[in-house]
Each structure stands twice: as C-alpha cells, then as structure tokens.
C-alpha cells in the first residue's frame, strides 16, 4: 500500500522567503508527526497531530514555524522568512492512534541560501 | 521525560551479530521500546517493538531485562546493507510528549 508522501522531495530557496512542505499520511492514520533532522544528526521533534486534538507544538523552535492539517489527513509545514540555519531534511510520519511504529517518509531536504 | 542514550557508534564485520543498548532510566509503565533504521536520503524504518522480556522477528530480536530501564537490539549476521544509523525510540503514540529521538547509533559493517 501506499506509504507517507512528502512534497516537494528537494526545495532550494533564498533567505527570507517562505517556505511549506506537504506530507500525505497513510489513510486511516489519525497521528501526524513532523521532525527536523540536520546533516548528521537525529531527529528534532517539531510538532504531532492527534486526530481532532490541538496539535502538540512543543517542539517548534520558533514562531516562524507554523504547521496545520486540514481534515485530519493532508499536512502542510510552513516555515517564514526562512533562515540558513533552516536548512536541514524534514521528514514527517504518521501511526495509528496510541501505537507505534510510526511511518516515515523520505523527507523534504530544504537548502536557505 | 523518557530520555535514550546509545554508543554514538560501533563499527562490525561481515557476518558477526551486533548487539546496540540503549539506556532507558526513565522509561513509564506504559511505554513501548522500538527501534528504527535509517539510511542515508530516507526516512527511519521500523525495525522491531517490545514492552518486557524478549521479542524476535525476522530481522532482529531485542531483549529488555526485568526493569526495563535498558533494551538491546541484536542483529545476527550482519551484511553490508545493515550499514546504517539504529534509533531507539520509547514512549507511546498518545503521549506525545515522550516521542524523542535519540542521536542514534552509526553501525559500520566492514567486509
């Protein structure tokens, strides 16, 4: 079947600008994650979505960061006047609700020049 | 806060079994131990879940003592392809604020 879908799979862009990445959930999964990993490291946790719940931000490091997801499926990561130390892979996953594992996707790999 | 700590690396051959530990002081009654794969350009990959005692499937077997406050992943016969960084994840999915990554552990398997 048909696992998480991120969009774009590479995005390049000036300092500055704005910024939203997508992720396609596996259907049925209420629980939506969202992760910052940069070059070599491991993953930051940014934000989780838990079916009609309010989203755990906890982990966006700052106000430029923002994420929504429309009718508990689609997710859209925005980011704001972007900044070079953005640069990093996005990666986002979904699960069922109250259980692992959770599936991931390929990530967004986003360069700020 | 259900904080991990792994060795930042190991390196193995061909052939050997790897065993990774991950630390778990502070891991809650209701938390799950799970580990993830991930390769370079891709997202983890599930690798294998338990809550106590042992758990084996086809690629690994990860055993977790009675206080559960440690787990290791064990992967016999390593190839090649098992080069890759190994995460070990604990929480559950309702508790959110428990999902923390870890640095992981950089296995090198060397021919």
């Known amino acids: 079947g048909a696992g998480v879908s991120q969009s774009p799979s590479n995005k390049v862009t000036e300092k500055g600008k704005d910024v939203e990445l997508r992720c396609d959930p596996i259907?049925?999964?209420?629980?939506l994650y969202w992760y910052r990993q940069s070059l070599g490291q491991g993953l930051e946790f940014l934000i989780y979505?838990?079916?009609?719940?309010?989203?755990?931000k906890s982990g966006l490091p700052s106000d430029r960061f923002s994420a929504e997801r429309t009718g508990g499926s689609v997710s859209t990561l925005t980011i704001q006047r972007t900044q070079q130390e953005d640069s990093a892979v996005y990666l986002c996953a979904s699960s069922l609700v109250g259980e692992q594992p959770q599936h991931f996707g390929d990530g967004t790999r986003l360069s700020i020049l | 806060l259900a904080k991990t700590t792994q060795p930042i690396s190991m390196d193995s051959y061909e052939g050997q079994e790897v065993n990774i530990t991950c630390s778990h002081n502070?891991?809650?009654?209701?938390?799950?131990i799970t580990w993830y794969q991930q390769f370079p350009s891709q997202g983890p990959r599930f690798i294998i879940q338990?809550?106590?005692t042992k758990v084996t499937n086809e690629v690994a077997s990860l055993f977790i003592p009675a206080d559960r406050k440690s787990s290791t992943l064990s992967l016999p016969r390593v190839s090649l392809s098992d080069t890759a960084v190994y995460y070990c994840?604990?929480?559950?999915?309702?508790?959110?604020?428990?999902?923390?990554f870890g640095a992981g552990t950089r296995l090198t398997v060397k021919p």
């Open positions: 979505f838990q079916g009609n719940s309010a989203p755990d």
């Open positions: 259907s049925g999964h209420t629980a």
């Open positions: 502070n891991i809650a009654t209701n938390d799950y």
């Open positions: 994840l604990v929480g559950v999915g309702y508790n959110n604020n428990d999902m923390r």
């Open positions: 338990g809550y106590k």
